[in-house]
T-cell receptor, first 114, second 115 residues
Framework: AQTVTQSQPEMSVQEAETVTLSCTYD???????LFWYKQPPSRQMILVIR??????QNATENRFSVNFQKAAKSFSLKISDSQLGDAAMYFC???????????FGQGTTLQVKP | AAGVIQSPRHLIKEKRETATLKCYPI?????VYWYQQGPGQDPQFLIS???????DKGSIPDRFSAQQFSDYHSELNMSSLELGDSALYFC??????????????FGAGSRLTVL
């Protein structure tokens, strides 16, 4: 069975600084996707970034980028130039193949300090 | 742009009662997913539908059932409610037949409280 682990329950960052959230996963599958979702206090789940396992190039979306280390089964999220609006719970998620059946990690609460 | 609409947003029920949650996907999205997020927990996959047929099943209790209708909206029916069913229930939709099938758009969630 696939598992997703986020070992940092809470992180904090100063506004305009950079922060990295960690995620590791375990799978024996070769076809999968990895995701980072943001859940602000409104509880809405918002897709931040998506990575296809067969692509070696790390995905980027504006200030958000990932460091995908397939052999190490690591998928960290880097947030550059942190903004107050980035404060939220961040979930790492795994999806087999091209399905929306996702397995989520435990989440990391990010605090952004002004 | 139209989003995923869930109703009701809040629902309070007594133990052993029945609840029904509704989900209206983004227009032209043919796949619907249901997730349950307990207090302080990560979302757990319950069930999904593609073109009105059940496509996958997760940790959904036997007391729960769901379906997708001809207009692609979906309903999650929960019977014999227990205190542990208190959670935020998310619906998400996607286009199931292309490379973006796992690009989910989530609704705002329906918060169920069982007393």
């Amino acid at each position: 069975a696939q598992t997703v682990t986020q070992s940092q329950p809470e992180m904090s960052v100063q506004e305009a600084e950079t922060v990295t959230l960690s995620c590791t996963y375990d799978t024996s599958e070769s076809d999968y996707y990895l995701f980072w979702y943001k859940q602000p206090p409104s509880r809405q789940m918002i897709l931040v970034i998506r990575q296809e396992a067969y692509k070696q190039q790390n995905a980027t979306e504006n200030r958000f980028s990932v460091n995908f280390q397939k052999a190490a089964k690591s998928f960290s999220l880097k947030i550059s130039d942190s903004q107050l609006g980035d404060a939220a719970m961040y979930f790492c998620a795994y999806g087999s193949g091209n399905t929306g059946k996702l397995i989520f990690g435990q989440g990391t609460t990010l605090q952004v300090k002004p | 742009a139209a989003g995923v609409i869930q109703s009701p947003r809040h629902l309070i029920k007594e133990k052993r009662e029945t609840a029904t949650l509704k989900c209206y996907p983004i227009p032209r999205h043919d796949t619907v997913y249901w997730y349950q997020q307990g207090p302080g927990q990560d979302p757990q996959f319950l069930i999904s539908f593609y073109e009105k047929m059940q496509s996958d099943k997760g940790s959904i209790p036997d007391r729960f059932s769901a379906q997708q209708f001809s207009d692609y909206h979906s309903e999650l029916n929960m019977s014999s409610l227990e205190l542990g069913d208190s959670a935020l229930y998310f619906c998400a939709s996607s286009l199931g037949a292309n490379s973006g099938a796992n690009v989910l758009t989530f609704g705002a969630g329906s918060r169920l409280t069982v007393l």
